[in-house]
T-cell receptor, first 112, second 113 residues
Framework: DGGITQSPKYLFRKEGQNVTLSCEQN?????MYWYRQDPGQGLRLIYY???????QKGDIAEGYSVSREKKESFPLTVTSAQKNPTAFYLC???????????FGPGTRLTVT | EDKVVQSPLSLVVHEGDTVTLNCSYE??????LLWYKQEKKAPTFLFML????IEKKSGRLSSILDKKELFSILNITATQTGDSAVYLC?????????????FGKGTRLHILP
């Protein structure tokens, strides 16, 4: 089955620790994205990548880092520099940047 | 400044009613406008619009884009309780050769039985 997966579903971390969220797709999509969603808010773009070994900052990249070493994988690291990391994180992919995006199930991160 | 504004922010109607959700935008070098439905977790794709005046339809849902007035509407006729969700509008543009994607805050639709 083609799709996009994220793991884990729920993640709990102590303040000051870095944490990496996984995102994998087998849709053969070139473009991949990371979004953050806070209660009552739309999606805000953290980082996106249009091709392997290349990525661009979105609107709220501070405190986050990504890598794109393989087409299928786009992990997001939430660093200790991110001031309000508790949120719902969604990964997505698309054939082309302005086409429909397919979303993973999301990871809910709680930092205490 | 690029932005996407959805209205209303929330809407409660009775089953069988027709609803119209609005999305207005200001984006540099517009490429496409997309509608998504978000029920609990991941948004699911509804429509992609690139040309003005051409209605896209899927069952009871339809959508149209006006590139002159910079807005789109999403219509849902004969609503059902399963239509209860947050409906997200996203607009894609190009700035400095980089693709830019902006989501609106969404319209939370609740259908009463």
């Amino acid at each position: 089955d083609g799709g996009i997966t994220q793991s884990p579903k729920y993640l709990f971390r102590k303040e000051g620790q870095n944490v990496t969220l996984s995102c994998e797709q087998n849709l053969n999509h070139d473009a991949m994205y990371w979004y953050r969603q806070d209660p009552g808010q739309g999606l805000r773009l953290i980082y996106y990548s249009q091709i392997v070994n290349d990525f661009q900052k979105g609107d709220i990249a501070e405190g986050y880092s990504v890598s794109r070493e393989k087409k299928e994988s786009f992990p997001l690291t939430v660093t200790s520099a991110q001031k309000n990391p508790t949120a719902f994180y969604l990964c997505a992919s698309s054939i082309l940047p302005y086409y429909e995006q397919y979303f993973g199930p999301g990871t809910r991160l709680t930092v205490t | 400044e690029d932005k996407v504004v959805q209205s209303p922010l929330s809407l409660v109607v009775h089953e069988g009613d027709t609803v119209t959700l609005n999305c207005s935008y200001e984006v540099t070098n517009f490429r496409s406008l997309l509608w998504y439905k978000q029920e609990k977790k991941a948004p699911t794709f509804l429509f992609m619009l690139t040309s003005s005046g051409i209605e896209k339809k899927s069952g009871r849902l339809s959508s149209i884009l006006d590139k002159k007035e910079l807005f789109s509407i999403l219509n849902i006729t004969a609503t059902q309780t399963g239509d209860s969700a947050v409906y997200l509008c996203a607009v894609c543009g190009v700035m400095n050769r980089d693709d830019k994607i902006i989501f609106g805050k969404g319209t939370r639709l609740h259908i009463l039985p």
